[in-house]
């Protein structure tokens, strides 16, 4: 019998419909289009409005979508994963309500989070679940309501995120198919760059924090930049030489989508042309952890049985890190 790996046979997605642009930012703070574009390569982000809806109603509707798609029975599924730096409530777990939500009643669920590398440390988490052989099936979401957490009037951060949602599933498989490598990073220095200063239990909520608006993304940017830079395509860089990959067998660059200019300097470095290099930033903006699901379901239709993926992603704490996967079917 073939060595057992974790391959992902399924993709759901969801996005809200208000579409925030540009033009609607350069009402709202010094800004303009051409500088928004040029400089992270973004034109709208989705923004979840309507009132008392968090994270959790992204992801119970991107989980759907793909339970739909496949026509997978919830009850089957045995572990719910959401990946997320914006959960619904700060104690009770997300992932449980999402489970409960979605009818996968024999499943556990718990919340991970590692800001905008969370799906990709939760593809890691998710494989090794499989690959232990106690799980057939483990569903994967990455969701992030950023809304909630950006001041639009700080125009370093508002420009950047939007709301969305994406979510896999992982299922065993004796082809050799499905997740091949990782290698994953981080450094504690990245907490003084990017981060929420408030709400948590160095510095509990307050009036003051409330009025001093530390509740909101801090975000360095220059220096988060610097970082993101270097260390994704390093990370990218250092999987394909591990697993002897030329630029010519790595059929899609699966990048985190921060800032298109991260993404080109990624793809630069692995010696990847454009046309292999996933990218809907334009369209959505950086959504943290829904980024990578939300290309796969963008591009699943051009995806190939056994084609060579490479993901990267870089994000707050400092996080990062690469995933070489073969792709487990053919959607058309």
């Not at 997978?72 to 309500?97: C, G, M, N, R």
């Not at 996968?104 to 718990?110: G, P, S």
Request: hydrophobic share 40%.
């Amino acid at each position: 019998m073939s060595k057992l790996t974790a391959a992902i046979t399924a993709v759901g997605a969801y996005v809200p419909d208000f579409v925030l642009t540009n033009q609607m930012l350069e009402q709202i703070v010094d800004t303009n289009d051409e500088w928004i574009t040029t400089r992270t390569g973004i034109k709208t982000r989705h923004i979840l409005k309507e009132k008392g809806k968090g994270t959790s109603h992204m992801a119970i509707k991107a989980a759907e979508n793909l339970l739909e798609k496949s026509n997978v029975d919830p009850k089957e599924i045995d572990l719910v994963i959401v990946s997320t730096a914006t959960p619904d409530l700060p104690v009770a777990a997300t992932a449980a309500y999402v489970a409960t939500k979605i009818g996968a009643v024999n499943a556990f669920a718990y919340d991970l989070q590692a800001a905008c590398s969370g799906f990709l440390y939760g593809m890691s988490t998710a494989s090794s679940y499989i690959e232990s052989g106690r799980y057939k099936k483990v569903l994967l979401i990455g969701a992030d309501k950023m809304s909630s957490i950006i001041d639009y009037e700080d125009r370093a951060t508002c420009i950047i995120f939007g709301d969305g949602a994406g979510a896999v599933l992982f299922e065993p498989n004796e082809e050799g198919l499905g997740h091949q490598d990782e290698y994953l990073r981080s450094d504690g220095i990245g907490r003084d760059f990017l981060r929420i200063e408030a709400g948590g239990s160095i510095l509990p909520a307050s009036e003051e924090t409330v009025k001093n608006k530390q509740h909101y993304v801090y975000q360095d940017g220059k220096t988060v930049f610097k970082f993101a830079v270097s260390n994704m395509a390093d990370v990218a860089e250092k999987i394909m030489k591990r697993n002897n990959l030329t630029h010519n067998d790595v059929h899609w660059l699966v990048p985190h989508q921060a800032n298109k200019r991260i993404i080109d300097a990624t793809a630069s470095r692995m010696g990847i042309d454009n046309s292999k290099v996933m990218v809907n930033i334009e369209k959505y903006g950086n959504t943290t952890s829904a980024t990578l699901p939300l290309l796969l379901r963008d591009y699943e239709n051009q995806l190939k049985k056994g084609d060579n993926l490479i993901f990267a992603a870089f994000g707050g704490g400092f996080t990062w890190g690469s995933i070489y996967l073969k792709w487990a079917y053919n959607s058309n």
